[in-house]
């Protein structure tokens, strides 16, 4: 270990860093006496003699007992990555990627981005340099697919298994391969919870560390009726716990960005109200598309008092569920847990996959209150009654995999030459209606065979970090002349929210979006968005003026150049229409049905709009700005509310649908209805013409 003996010993005052060869800075002594303070310090050479002994170690420990910061650190200390290894950590969140390269590198005192860094799509902060590297488990997924051996690393640290997110399940049965044939490498299978037996029995008995974690009594308190609004309910407990509970940092879960910002804005107007009497409430959201320096802030120490004698401020942050294990804040002594976190659903019979708001399980709810007892004693407000924590919460989270459409896992696992997939050793295997819906999506938009096997536009589309219709979509643009323009609606469509509308000023937010707006829909208001913003030289204050947002359309931009740079090296012509031209718009809306034909719903005499093939009854979303009624329409995404949402919707022809997916639209295999007489209707016209 640097400047120690490799028995846990202390680097001396001013020794010199071997990743760079300077002196320790005094940062780097204050961190590690506070690293020395934390329970996975002392099993550090345990953990190592295990690995040395075994090809896989599972380790278990509570959230916060310092695996994630000390462990890989500590593989690197110990050799691993002599003769020029490096050691991977992989996690499921890239906010959490980022944020612990950042601490890492700190506790290493090395600069983040050489010897210690991370990588998540669309971002690679990591050098030639680089010994340590934290990445997105999906990330290591796709490393995997250039370089199945994963030659690069000595050992891989499976950070967070417990979380069972779809790209960890995979990677988990992908590794179990790899290990054997490469026996000189290690893995670290690390989980937050009990269930490490499972991970033991699944790596062939591999052997456990389990590190006590230090925790201390957290007072849980239930509400006695059931809330009508959770979000409501948690600003007024949070605003309660300030103006009654003794000092002590809070932390608010809620689901997602608007739901966390909303709460930040109303905690704030009405804390400010008691600054004087009860003290200063800091108030900080955090969420995955924050960006990493707001992030940061989370961590920044409580608020002081006023003026002498004053009482002293608190913290509060607002949280999705990263903060439940992936991400630690110390001084955190009240937990607010409405029971709530947004969960990937999968009906594989409609092959909808959609994001929704959902009540979480008993274990998440455990963890969520243990985050309120690591430094002292604390309590945990449950805003849902104790029955229904009995009765209606169920005990786990279901694995991802069990919730997921497959057909992008599927298409990197026959890249990677898995091709018997109902055999592959996964830890729960997925439905078999799912694999099948994959397959034949897959097969359908050309990237297999009707054997099963991967085609050449399959291994083409594999290689895009992207679902399988938007790759093929872009792949497909050079046959309507129009690569760079669906480029840019791809890489609209990859990032957060790209139109603002504060509750406050939404009619102003309305007439600047129509400014962009298209009457044909929202992928061509996008792309028009775009142009306007280049045209502005992608200025802040512009941004600002038509509620653009500012930082999505900066990772836009980021997402267009690297997608760019791909199919460039990929030989994909880069094409233009003529702006001029009659049918600029239509050549990119057939793009984008070349792609997006399996996501169409159709225009019923009813005034409905059912999805073609599946038939589910679906409505334009208010935030379309598609103000008529198109008979054929092209949709980005469902959205599962109270109501079936289609969201980033477009107009098509069914003309082209004809055309350009004569395969999907076979209307001798065309469920009955309404759809496929119109369909039929509109072959006859083609066929006579
Ligand atoms: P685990 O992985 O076991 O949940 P971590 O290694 O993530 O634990 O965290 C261990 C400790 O490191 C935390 O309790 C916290 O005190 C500290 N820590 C982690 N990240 C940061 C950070 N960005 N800033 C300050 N302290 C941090
Ligand atoms: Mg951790």
């Known amino acids: 270990r640097p400047g120690g003996s490799g028995n846990g010993g202390i680097a001396p005052v001013g020794g010199i860093n071997p990743y760079t060869n300077r002196p320790y800075s005094s940062k780097y002594h204050d961190i590690l006496a506070k690293r020395r303070g934390l329970p996975v310090y002392e099993f550090l050479d345990d953990l190592l003699a295990k690995v040395k002994k075994n090809q896989v170690v599972v380790v278990e420990g509570e959230t916060g007992s310092g695996k994630t ?41 090395v600069t983040m981005g050489e010897e210690v860094g991370y990588t998540i799509r669309f971002e690679d902060c990591s050098g030639p340099k680089t010994v340590l590297k934290f990445l997105t488990d999906g990330m290591l997924l796709r490393e995997a697919m250039f370089d199945p051996m994963l030659k690069k690393y000595k050992v891989i640290v499976l950070d967070e298994a417990h979380e069972r997110t779809l790209a960890t399940d995979v990677l988990m049965g992908l590794l179990k391969d790899v290990l054997q044939r490469r026996p000189d490498m290690k893995m670290v299978v690390m989980s937050a919870t009990l269930d490490a037996e499972k991970f033991q029995k699944y790596f062939g008995d591999a052997p456990l560390l389990r590190v006590p974690g230090r925790m201390f009594k957290v007072e849980v308190f239930y509400t006695p009726e059931p809330e009508r609004d959770y979000v409501q309910a948690a600003i007024r407990t949070a605003l309660q716990i300030h103006l009654c509970e003794e000092p002590g940092d809070i932390l608010v879960f809620l689901t997602g960005e608007e739901e966390i910002e909303d709460a930040c804005r109303k905690i704030r107007d009405e804390s400010a109200n008691y600054t004087s009497t009860h003290g200063e409430l800091a108030v900080y959201p955090l969420y995955s598309s924050l960006p990493p320096t707001q992030q940061q802030k989370i961590f920044s120490e409580a608020p002081g008092p006023q003026a002498p004698g004053a009482p002293p401020g608190r913290k509060v942050v607002v949280s999705t569920n990263i903060a439940e294990t992936s991400l630690t804040i110390d001084g955190i002594v009240y937990v607010v847990d ?10 594989p019979r409609v092959r909808v996959e959609s994001l929704l708001v959902s009540p979480i399980s008993r274990a998440s709810a455990q963890q969520r209150s243990g985050r309120a007892g690591r430094t002292r004693p604390g309590k945990c407000f449950r805003l849902y009654t104790e029955k229904s924590f009995q009765k209606d919460l169920q005990e786990q989270t279901y694995p991802e995999i069990l919730r997921s459409q497959m057909s992008n896992v599927v298409l990197t696992l026959l890249k990677l030459g898995v091709e018997d997939l109902v055999h592959f050793d996964f830890m729960d295997p997925p439905a078999p209606e799912t694999l099948a819906r994959a397959l034949e999506e897959l097969n359908y938009l050309g990237a297999i065979s009707d054997e099963g096997l991967i085609t050449q536009m399959g291994h083409r589309m594999s290689e895009l970090p992207l679902d399988p219709q938007a790759a093929k979509m872009v792949l497909s643009a050079p046959d309507f002349g129009c690569s760079n323009e669906i ?62 947002n500012v930082r999505s359309m900066g990772s836009a931009e980021n997402v267009r150049t690297q997608l760019e740079r791909m199919l460039t090296r990929m030989e994909v012509p880069l094409l233009s229409p003529d702006f001029n031209a009659p049918d600029y718009y239509t050549r990119i809306k057939k793009a984008l049905t070349a792609g997006g034909y399996m996501q169409v719903a159709h225009l019923q005499k009813t005034g409905q709009y059912l999805t073609v093939k599946d038939h589910q009854i679906v409505s334009i979303h208010p935030s379309s700005v598609l103000d008529m009624k198109p008979p054929w329409v092209l949709y980005a995404d469902f959205v599962l509310t109270s109501k079936n949402y289609i969201r980033t919707v477009t107009a098509v022809e069914c003309e082209w649908l004809l055309e350009i997916a004569p395969h999907y639209y076979d209307l001798a295999n065309f469920p009955k209805g309404e759809t496929k007489n119109e369909l039929e209707a509109c072959a006859k016209r083609l066929y006579q013409l």
């Not at 603002?500 to 979006?513: F, I, N, S, T, V």
Request: proline share 4%.
């Open 487 to 548: 480029l840019t609606i791809v890489s609209m469509l990859s990032v957060p929210q790209v139109f603002m509308r504060p509750k406050e000023a939404a009619k102003r937010a309305d007439e600047a979006k129509a400014q962009f707006a298209h009457v044909d829909g929202d992928h061509l208001t996008l792309l028009n968005a775009y142009h306007a913003y280049k045209q502005h030289g992608g200025s802040k204050d512009w941004c600002w003026d038509n509620f653009i």
């Open 69 to 109: 910061t000390q462990i890989p650190q500590f593989l690197v200390d110990a050799g691993y990555t002599r003769d020029g290894y490096c050691v991977a950590c992989t996690q499921p969140r890239r906010v959490a990627a980022m944020s612990i390269a950042k601490r890492v590198s700190e506790e290493m005192d």
């Open 338 to 347: 409405p029971g709530f976190s947004k969960q990937k659903i999968y009906n």
